[in-house]
């Protein structure tokens, strides 16, 4: 059981726009700016895309973006391209004594 | 250009040991905190442990306290973890990863980047 609940899987059609969506508490997601988000690819490692809920690092696409309301925060792909096909996890800084906590992940499929 | 190498991963017996290594290069080591993140197989990220840019700050998941130790040389530019008494639950692939800050809680906000990884499997 993962601390932050994200849905399993999201498709969407070449173009669409999708949103992934990350849901914690009042002790993480809630309580703090502190939310990042990875893509991985298969057989690779996680690669950051979003940081501090909102800011894309250096050479990450304007096609992502992220945003938070209460304890839900949420990652927005627009213009899906076949290469955005990969799992997404969130994650957030927590006042429990876990420190870091991760989503599930999410599986998006680009049909 | 940031790079960072894991090595160590093998198969081990439960309650068996295992040190795994981090080589990095690409910027001033010590000035950043270092996270070890793992991923079971088919499973999702879980944080491990991280340790502050100098050393002297250490962290743990409660599902490794006790079990694991985090470490670093500066000298070496490389992060380290000693897991002992493992289980079959600790198999998993291991990254570690660079954090944004040098020390603090906040430290570990996010990754990037991210190792290759390491494959870890506890079996008998």
């Known amino acids: 059981q993962s601390a932050l609940t994200q849905p399993a899987s999201v498709s969407g059609s070449p173009g669409q726009s999708i949103t992934i969506s990350c849901t914690g508490t009042?002790?993480?997601?809630?309580?703090?700016?502190?939310v990042s988000w990875y893509q991985q690819h298969p057989g690779k490692a996680p690669k950051l895309m979003i940081y501090?809920?909102?800011n894309r690092p250096s050479g990450i696409s304007n096609r992502f973006s992220g945003s938070k309301s209460g304890n839900t925060a949420s990652l927005t792909i627009s213009g899906l391209q076949a290469e955005d096909e990969a799992d997404y996890y969130c994650?957030?800084?927590?006042?429990?004594?876990?420190?870091?906590?991760f989503g599930g992940g999410t599986k998006l499929t680009v049909l | 250009e940031v790079q960072l190498v894991e090595s160590g991963g093998g198969l081990v017996q439960p309650g068996g040991s295992l040190r795994l290594s981090c080589a990095a290069s690409?910027?001033?080591?010590?000035?950043?905190?270092m996270s070890w993140v793992r991923q079971a197989p088919g499973k999702g990220l879980e944080w491990v442990s991280g340790?502050?840019?100098?050393?002297?700050?250490?962290y743990y998941a409660d599902s490794v306290k006790g079990r694991f130790t985090i470490s670093r040389d500066n000298s070496k530019n490389t992060l380290f973890v000693q897991m002992n008494s493992l289980r079959a639950e600790d198999t998993a692939v291991y990254y570690c990863?660079?954090?944004?800050?040098?020390?603090?809680?906040?430290?570990?906000?996010?990754?990037?980047?991210w190792g290759q990884g390491t494959l870890v499997t506890v079996s008998s």
């Open positions: 690409g910027f001033t080591f010590s000035n950043y905190a």
């Open positions: 994650s957030s800084y927590t006042s429990s004594s876990t420190y870091v906590v």
């Open positions: 340790i502050s840019g100098g050393g002297g700050s250490t």
């Open positions: 501090d809920v909102t």
């Open positions: 009042s002790s993480d997601v809630g309580a703090y700016n502190y």
């Open positions: 990863a660079k954090n944004p800050y040098t020390s603090g809680r906040g430290a570990f906000n996010w990754f990037d980047p």
